[in-house]
């Protein structure tokens, strides 16, 4: 393997080797709106999730190790609901210093 760091070949198989995994925050909708919504119950408040800014710009390193066991769950991500029409749903980031919304 090379020592590029923009070589794409060698930073896959870095990567896969690394038993590390690279991930961004899921915030509740309900967490986001600090549980206040007019619409309670609806489709968005239980199902929607949103990218946590900080992460998505700089993703967080977390050991395989401590995630292995845990249940999965799936998550469609997009930019539009039509493209999304099961499981949760992410189409915008938050930023949690600013409590405002971002785009992905």
Not at 47 to 75: G, H, K, T, Y
Request: aromatic share 12%; hydrophobic share 35%; glycine share 6%.
């Amino acid at each position: 393997m090379c020592n590029d760091n923009t070589c794409f070949s060698c930073n896959n198989i870095r990567e896969a080797n690394s038993q590390i995994v690279r991930g961004t925050l899921m915030i509740p909708f309900r967490t986001t709106t600090r549980g206040s919504f007019p619409l309670n119950g609806t489709y968005f408040q239980v199902n929607e999730l949103f990218a946590d800014q900080a992460s998505s710009v700089q993703p967080i390193d977390i050991p395989m190790e401590c995630i292995w066991n845990f249940p999965r769950r799936l998550v469609y991500f997009g930019t539009s609901v039509s493209s999304i029409f099961k499981g949760f749903v992410c189409v915008r980031g938050f930023d949690q210093k600013e409590c405002a919304p971002h785009p992905l």
